[in-house]
Each structure stands twice: as C-alpha cells, then as structure tokens.
C-alpha cells in the first residue's frame, strides 16, 4: 500500500485543491505552509543521505542481514578453531569481568586475498550474536585531512547505536585491507592516514569504557609485515589468525559447499578436482564449480559433469580460451615449445603429462597439464631442478630447432629464477647457509647464472636425446591442437625403443 502512497497523494491534491476554490477557500497559506514543509522534509532526507559518514550507514543498513555460519565456511579448521577460542572471550564477558581478564578489543585475520577471512568475520558475528559492520580501509582514504578520522568514528558509533537497536549485547567491526589505513608510519611526514589510523587506536582503546554494547574489531590484511607496530600492541589486534591456503582436504569440503546448489552428473569426482587445485584459494575453487556449471549450461547439459569440471579449473588457472588467429610459424614454435615442456616434463618425472595443448589460453598460446600430485610443501633439491628444467625446456626446444628463443618463455624464466631463489633461501646451493640481503650482488648473480646454465645445459642434452619426439609428434599436435597424456607418451615409448633399438 506505502508503495503507490506517491502515487495516491499526488492525484487526490490537485482534486482538494479543486474543491476547496469551488467552496471559496482561500488556499494560499495552506499553499505556503504544505510548500515549507516539503522544504525541511526533503532537506533533512538530503542531509542523512550527505553528511559524512551517512553514505557508508546508508549502504551498510541496506545490507541484507548474514547468516554465515562457521558450518559454510570450508577447511580453515585451525583458523575455525582459533576464531572461536578467541571469540569466546566475548561470549564469556561475566567470567571475564569476574577474573579480570583484559577484554578482547581485535583480532587480526592474516593471509591471502579469497582465502575465507570476510566470511570468518560474518561467521564470528553470528557465533556470537552480535551486529555485523563492515568497512574497507581503502574507504577512509580521502584527500581531505579529518574525513577518513570521522568516517572511523562514524562507523563506531554506527556499531553501537545498531547493536542497541537490534538488541544486542554485541557488534562486529569488520576492516578489510586494513593496511592501507594502518601501514607503517614513516614519522616526520604528517599524513592523512596518521589521523584515521589514530582514530581508530582511540576508539579502540575506549572500547572497554563503554560496557554494553561491547565492540570487536576484526580486521584482514594479507601484508601483515606491512602494518604499524602500534596496531599490533597487546590490548588491539592481539589476537593474529592466520587464514592458510586450503590443503586438499580444505579443497574438498569447499568444493562440496559450492556444490550444494548445483546438480552433479554421476561421473562427478570432486576428488580429483581437489588434487588438481592445488594452491587455490576458497574464492577460485568457487570461481571452479561456478565455471563448471556455465560449461553445462553451453552445452545444454542437465548436470555439470566432471569434463565441465575439468574446462573450468583450466579456466580459472590459465584464463579463458581465446580466439587469436596465429600464423602456422608461430604455431610451429609453440607447438615445439610445449613439447619442450612436456618432454622434459615426462622424462623427469614420468606420467605426469595429462595434456598438451595448442589452443590459446588467457596470455598463454600454448600449454601442458600436469596430472594431479599430492600436495607438496617440502622439495628436495633434485626435485626443484627438475622443475627448473620443465620450465626451461620451452625455450631449450626453441632454441634447438630454430637456434633463438622467442618472447614465449617469459614466464618460464620468472619461474625458474623464483626457484632458484628459494634454492638460495633454503642453503641449496653452493653459496651454502646466506641471507640473500648479505650477500654481494655479483656473487647472487654468478651462482644464479651457474645454476641455469649447468640447468639449461641438462635440459639440452635430455630433449637433444629425444629430437625424434618432436619431429614426429609436432605434425600431430598442430593438427589436432590436443594430445592427451596416453597418446604422448605413446609416441615417447615409441621414440625412445627406437633409439635404444
Ligand atoms: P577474503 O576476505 O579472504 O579475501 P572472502 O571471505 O571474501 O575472502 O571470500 C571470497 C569468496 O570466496 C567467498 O564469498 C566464498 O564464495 C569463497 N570462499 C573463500 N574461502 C572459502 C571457504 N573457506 N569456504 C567456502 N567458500 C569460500
């Protein structure tokens, strides 16, 4: 009914208006005074919209409520479990109070963009009923001194009057990004950010004043090393959760919550799309059955089947197919080049080619697919050569066949140096146990400029042995743009009796 109220009012007045000239009232003080009043009314609907502050109330209100529990929050057990330890100070105030425990002001979620950390906030607020706030530091960034210092306030405020309204002994503050707000301070320079950052330290601090309703601060960042040693005293952020990458089984129950809604064909193994996802955040493995299920909608399928799984995690891990026309040339090269790859890739450690493919991906006009191994987080030594060697093999293969490399290994090369490094990092070469920074530059390079070269010439003499490979399976590939693993290696098997032969 309050819809068409407008609607209503603005045809019923001109007829009152009618009638009342027909009666012979004289309308112009009402006129007068109906026209102040609009006047105040709409100026004080402009104000609440305006003043600062009251945008970020207004969008935070229209926010549906959350229901978040810690159940839809997949894997992260440890960061759950330490959530709900810490939270339970805020549930167990009386107890608290009783053995003077200091309150808890925040905690300090660290970890990667997509890993989970807004939702544990929402989850924290509904554990414990409490109002759910949520700000990002990049909104109190202004070019004005005192703006983003009163936003702070404002939210704060906010938090409290909201918790009052809904009856709540409790309200969540949550601040994602924090260290853009509160990154180191470089003293001297007076900047903005000093006073926002201030601000919040104030109000945290008074946070214990004010009994009820009672204010946690949870704030995320994934640069912690990034923030001001003063957000990180004992009595703010004491509490640090660091929210990790998920491992396999993480991967699973994440990917069986995204599959709620959504119908599975029989043939679905969510298995084998954990052990192919090693290293994805919780928001691309939602990204992975949400890809999934467009694919099936493509193709008119009733249910997402493991194929569509299979297209939506290459997706999400090397980019959209794209449709770049490319000249047979560069066809040729890349087809060499990913043979490269993939036969360093096999011989090294074999059966791990599940594909190699011609079709243009993302920024990659090429690629091979390794089948799934166990998650790994310790290599030896020999293990980070090979996969040196598997990157540089692209660019070996290159340069074996038309004696110069092209600008497609640029990756490769940014992988192989990130693996030299932690080599160094981790004492592996022969520079023995160094901090990176202690050593001399021209030392770090002569032992990075070894380790490639004895790397590149390892590489060469392998893929040189094989040459066959390449010449009989590139006619195949640029024909038909795939190989699968099977095939690959059959015309491997097929090579390498021949030359034992
Ligand atoms: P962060 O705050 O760490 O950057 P978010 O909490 O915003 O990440 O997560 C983004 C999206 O990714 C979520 O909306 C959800 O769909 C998905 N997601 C991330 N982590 C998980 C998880 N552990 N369980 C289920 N979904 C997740």
Redesign the pocket.
Known sequence: MSKYGKEIFIGTTPVVIAFLIYMGVNIVPIVFMTAILGIFFYMSRARGGMGVGGSSERKSRSRPPVYMTFD?????DRAKRELREALDFLIRADDIQRLGIRPLKGILLT?P????????AKAAAHYTNSVFLAASGSEFVEMYVGVGASRIRDLFKEARSRAAKDNKDSAIVFI?EIDVIGGKRDGGQHREYDQTLNQLLTEMDGIHTAQTPRVLVIA?TNRKEMLDSALLRPGRFDRQIE?DL?DKK?RLH?LR??AKNKPLAEDVDLEIVARETFQF???Q??SVMNEAAIYAMREEAEAISQKHLTLAVDKVMLGEKTDRESTQEERERVALHELGHAIAAEVLRPRSVAQVALSPRGKALGYVRHNPQQDQYLYTKEQIEHQIMIALGGAVAEEMFYGSRSTGSRNDFEQALGMVRTMMDAGLTRLGIVDREMATKERLMEENRAILEELTEATRKLLEERRPVFEQSLELLIREETLSGDEFRKLLQQCDKKSIA
């Open positions: 839809d929050i997949g894997g992260q970890g963009p997509g890993t989970g950390k807004t939702l544990l994602d995320a929210v998920p993480g994440i919550i995204h955040s919780g928001a493995l939602e």
